[in-house]
């Protein structure tokens, strides 16, 4: 059975701090996707990483996709009150089509 | 492009009855899963259609039901509705590619009173 683990699962932080939230798994994925939901909606997708070590930046946000392809990281540089939100991995085992959710992230940034 | 639509956003139902939920998907999507999310269970997968068939399903009790149209529309039912059901259920459209990118519609908060 795979275990998805999302760290912390919760996040209080300034505006202009930097923050690292982490996605990890005993097994070994094909892709990963990482979503931000905000409150009232669904979540959005923000990126997709597919090589172990692959490295992809949205702005001020840097997805990391470990050597293995076990673990996934998320870092936000100089956050800001709309990063506030849910921060869930989904990651793609094999040729499956479903995805698999962390329990999440949830970032709250404060002025 | 529209993005995907839920009806209705907002539903009231009581135990024992029953409750069907509509998802519209991004024009050109084929795949459209459904997911039910609960504060303590997270976001939960339920099935799965694509070109109307259930490609894939998850661990839930048969009172979960759904279907997809020929147009990619679908809906999901859930019969003999429990306290336990009360959740936000999210659809999202998919191309059905490798990667299987989601885009998920607003959802449907659903109280089971």
């Known amino acids: 059975t795979q275990l998805l683990e999302q760290s912390p699962q919760f996040l209080s932080i300034q505006e202009g701090e930097n923050l690292t939230v982490y996605c990890n798994s005993s097994?070994?994925?094909?892709?990963l996707q990482w979503y931000r939901q905000e409150p009232g909606e669904g979540p959005v997708l923000l990126v997709t990483v597919v090589t172990g070590g692959e490295v992809k930046k949205l702005k001020r946000l840097t997805f990391q996709f470990g050597d293995a392809r076990k673990d996934s990281s998320l870092h936000i540089t100089a956050a800001q009150p709309g990063d506030t939100g849910l921060y869930l991995c989904?990651?793609?085992?094999?040729?499956?089509?479903?995805?698999?959710f962390g329990t999440g992230t949830r970032l709250q940034v404060t002025l | 492009k529209a993005g995907v639509t839920q009806t209705p956003r907002y539903l009231i139902k009581t135990r024992g009855q029953q409750v069907t939920l509509s998802c519209s998907p991004i024009?050109?999507?084929?795949?459209v899963s459904w997911y039910q999310q609960t504060p303590g269970q997270g976001l939960q997968f339920l099935f799965e259609?694509?070109?109307?068939?259930?490609?894939n399903k998850g661990n839930f009790p048969g009172r979960f039901s759904g279907r997809q149209f020929s147009n990619s529309r679908s809906e999901m039912n859930v019969s003999t509705l429990e306290l336990g059901d009360s959740a936000l259920y999210l659809c999202a459209s998919g191309t059905g590619s490798s990667y299987n990118e989601q885009f998920f519609g607003p959802g449907t908060r659903l109280t089971v009173l």
């Open positions: 259609y694509f070109s109307e068939t259930q490609r």
């Open positions: 024009s050109g999507h084929r795949s």
């Open positions: 097994s070994v994925f094909s892709s």
């Open positions: 989904a990651p793609r085992i094999g040729t499956a089509s479903k995805l698999t």
